[in-house]
């Protein structure tokens, strides 16, 4: 049974409370706290089985579970917050007086309600029956706290300098950082806040952190792994200050248009429909609460979702480009290493294509090897020529091979699977109650398989483009473990600083390191779960394995696949 919205609402909050008891009861001593948590949530499952059914009951819990961690992650870095607030009372700091607009918290959310609203809508005239309504319930209990998380950073954000230890802090109970001004790669003013570049859902490779408060001026901070925005009063003063810090030296201004300007109005319309058709589900919402006031047959709805999700796909290459703001790389010496590349792999009109991002990594998109881009962030452009050649060749056999139009086929193969037992259990089941225990173990089934089915697909297509994308490197296996050597290192040690600037110094003490195999619940995920096997993985094999893609390599992943998810 799909619960009302007013029983949905009640769950939700029910789960906040739990976290926010548990919270509390934790400032007063941290042992005893999480026993009495823990012991309110057991006795939450309990009321919420001793009203409920079993299989209705799990339907609750997951409305109360998933506010209970939706409000935990909003509270994940309080830690830091009065770590750092502490430390300012001891330290002789000045502070930074930010530019405060309301009208820059209103553009932040306005523009998240509008790709919400489809949802919005679904959920108050939609069927009552329709298992998505459940499922954009769901994923509104993560939007909202996101939201709320900005409203508040906005209204409590303040900012410390420590001139003489070199350190600037980044203070909000929500979201607080402690950076070492001596990682900054560099600093840079912009002449306002760019919205379509910062709001999260309207981004692709993001690693922006908005602690913008106005659409004035704009100081960008760029370091290891996160790039900050911040917007304070007298930005020459302070840009010649961070100037000390910037060994790039960049002294342009970036000139930054509204959203709203003429020459905007492509970009934000392509951003909107990124959010609301990739990021969310608010585009398809919409299609389907429209056939359902048309009173269409089920076969309309296959016929009308299918062919809006054919379209998404056919220009999912320029869509793509425009959530990345990617521009074309001009480098000659680049271009004609990517054109050597492309010729190898035997690809035609393949356009080659940087974003802004701290991420180190890559993407090949396009559904047609006519119409396919490769996308580099402005991070993996400064490793060396031979690992990024070792990056453009794994891309190149995605597109090659058509990973991206055979990923989203066998994605659409689970869904219409799934529609089609939703449409024959509607059509031959005249009471659900009867089946109500195998329709939820199937439900449940089909939630834990469709990840497990993708990252199978996922993984596989990843070992062949490691393994294939060799054959076109002038040294092979080798150039291409050190191309992932060299990309993982860096993409390590920016992440562990990104992570150390909100982390309590009593939790710096382990570095991760994608290069070392990892313990076993981990290895369990990253084969089980993610889209990529992992990299100690990847590479080791490529050193084994010198004769090319074939079915020893497959094997070998097939069998680590297990092997590596359950040994010590």
Not at 233 to 257: C, G, H, M
Request: one cysteine or more.
């Amino acid at each position: 049974m799909i619960p009302s919205l007013q029983e949905s609402f009640l769950y939700i909050v029910a789960g906040c409370i739990i976290q926010v008891i548990g919270r509390m009861l934790s400032h007063f001593h941290r042992k005893i706290g999480i026993v009495l948590e823990i012991f309110i949530a057991l006795v939450a499952v309990g009321v919420v089985f001793y009203l409920h059914s079993f299989v209705d009951g799990f339907i609750y819990l997951a409305l109360l579970s998933t506010s209970y961690f939706a409000f935990q992650m909003l509270t994940i870095e309080q830690k830091k917050y009065k770590e750092v607030k502490g430390k300012l009372l001891t330290i002789s700091t000045e502070k930074i007086i930010l530019t405060r607009h309301s009208k820059r918290i209103v553009a932040d959310v306005g523009i998240s309600l509008f790709i919400l609203s489809a949802g919005l809508i679904f959920l108050y005239v939609g069927p009552n029956e329709s298992p998505l309504k459940y499922f954009i319930l769901i994923s509104l209990v993560s939007a909202g706290s996101e939201i709320y998380k900005r409203i508040y950073t906005f209204y409590d954000l303040q900012v410390f300098i420590d001139r003489e230890n070199d350190r600037l802090y980044f203070l909000s109970r929500y979201q607080t950082r402690e950076v070492d001004l001596h990682d900054c790669e560099f600093s840079q003013i912009e002449s306002s806040a760019d919205l379509l570049k910062l709001h999260p859902y309207l981004t692709l490779f993001t690693t922006n952190t908005d602690f913008t408060t106005s659409f004035t001026s704009t100081l960008r901070l760029s370091l290891p792994g996160e790039t900050i925005y911040f917007t304070v009063e007298n930005i020459q003063k302070w840009s010649v200050f961070f100037k000390q810090y910037d060994p790039a030296n960049r002294k342009e201004t970036i000139e930054v248009l509204p959203f709203y300007h003429v020459k905007n109005i492509k970009r934000l319309l392509s951003k909107l429909y990124f959010a609301a058709t990739i990021k969310g589900v608010s585009a398809y919402s919409g299609v389907i609460l429209l056939l359902y006031l048309l009173h269409a047959p089920p076969w309309v709805y296959i016929l009308c979702v299918g062919g809006y999700w054919g379209i998404n796909l056919w220009i999912s290459d320029k869509v793509l480009k425009v959530a990345m703001d990617a521009k074309e790389i001009e480098d000659q010496e680049l271009q004609i290493l990517a054109s050597t590349i492309f010729k190898k792999a035997k690809i035609k009109n393949v356009k080659l294509y940087e974003t802004e991002s701290a991420q180190y990594n890559g993407l090949a998109t396009g559904m047609n090897i006519g119409r396919a881009m490769i996308t580099l962030t402005s991070s993996t452009l400064t490793l060396p020529k031979q690992a990024i050649e070792g990056i453009l060749a794994h891309e190149a056999i995605h597109v090659q091979k058509r990973d991206v139009l055979w990923m989203q086929i066998w994605k659409s193969i689970y869904v219409g699977f799934v529609i089609l037992m939703v449409l024959l259990i509607q059509n031959y089941v005249d009471d659900i109650d009867t089946v109500k225990v195998p329709v939820f173990i199937g439900i449940w089934l089909m939630m834990i398989l469709f990840p497990l089915s993708q990252s199978f697909v996922s993984q596989w297509m990843e070992v062949r483009a490691d393994h294939k994308a060799s054959e076109l490197l002038p040294q092979k296996q080798e150039q291409m473990a050190k191309s992932l050597i060299l990309l993982a290192e860096k993409h390590d040690y920016a992440m562990n600083k990104a992570t150390s600037y909100s982390m309590v110094e009593s939790e710096k003490t382990k570095q991760i390191s994608s290069l070392e195999r990892d313990s076993w619940i981990w290895r369990f995920i990253e084969f089980q779960f993610m889209a990529h096997p992992p990299m100690y993985w990847r590479i080791r094999t490529l050193k084994e394995i010198q004769d090319g893609w074939g079915r020893r390599i497959w094997m070998k992943w097939l069998i680590d696949r297990f092997k590596e998810s359950v040994t010590k």
